[in-house]
């Protein structure tokens, strides 16, 4: 199955900005509005902080942020924190199956 | 408070078949519209769907693993099992199940720790 592409890490300081982007095709991402994001921290499991591109999940702070352009969504969180260290996946509905980014490891420096 | 709790084995032999259980709290699958999913995650990868399956029994499967997955509950334990046949090692994976967020598509608000299993003779 063709996963979608995410860059394998990004970084940023405390209190800065940093975006992650998760390319698909017309069949997934940019077919339609299911486009969720995951964080996940080492050991633990995957935490909604996005779904239907730029919702978020009660308890979920503002500074995570979603949005899509064509075949592209992208994950902005802002003001970073030590605590947002982690790995990020995006995820699309694409017809009958769900499929997963490879993953961004964020480094907060 | 919703709560998923998977258990299992922990090692499975190749060929054999696996299955998983994922204990529901905090809500039941006779409510329409509810639903439960699974993925796996082998180490150091993204995870991947496997199924879900509704409150009404409908259930859907990855495409590249619906011959040999079965999902279904029992209500009357508020318990959802997985069972995937011909284990393999590359099934190796921290399997979890989740509450899918009756809102939407493809999204999943609580998860289960996981299920590290272990495929090898």
């Known amino acids: 199955q063709s996963a979608l592409t995410q860059p394998p890490s990004a970084s940023g300081s405390p209190g800065q900005s940093v975006t992650i982007s998760c390319t698909g095709s017309?069949?997934?991402?940019?077919?339609?509005?299911?486009v969720s994001w995951y964080q996940q921290h080492p050991g633990k499991a995957p935490k909604l902080i996005i779904y239907e591109v730029n919702k978020r999940p009660s308890g979920v702070p503002d500074r995570f942020s979603g949005s899509k352009s064509g075949n592209t969504a992208s994950l902005t969180v802002s003001g970073l924190r030590p605590e947002d260290e982690a790995d990020y996946y995006c995820t699309s509905n694409a017809g009958s199956n769900n499929v997963f980014g490879t993953g961004t490891k964020v480094t907060v420096l | 408070q919703i709560t998923l709790k998977e258990s299992g084995p922990t090692l499975v032999r190749p060929t054999q078949t696996l299955t998983l259980t994922c204990t529901l709290s905090?809500?039941?699958?006779?409510?329409?519209?509810?639903?439960v999913g699974w993925f796996r995650q082998p180490p150091g990868k993204a995870p991947e769907w496997l199924a879900l399956i509704y409150w009404d029994d409908d259930a859907r499967y990855s495409p590249f693993l619906k011959t040999r997955l079965m999902v279904t509950k029992d209500t009357s334990k508020n318990q959802v099992t997985l069972t995937l046949t011909n284990m393999d090692p590359m099934d190796a994976a921290m399997y979890y199940c989740?509450?899918?967020?009756?809102?939407?598509?493809?999204?999943?608000?609580?998860w289960g720790q996981g299920a590290l299993v272990t495929v090898a003779s």
């Open positions: 905090g809500f039941s699958l006779t409510t329409p519209g509810e639903g």
């Open positions: 017309s069949s997934d991402v940019g077919g339609h509005i299911y």
């Open positions: 989740a509450h899918r967020l009756m809102t939407t598509v493809n999204a999943y608000d609580y």
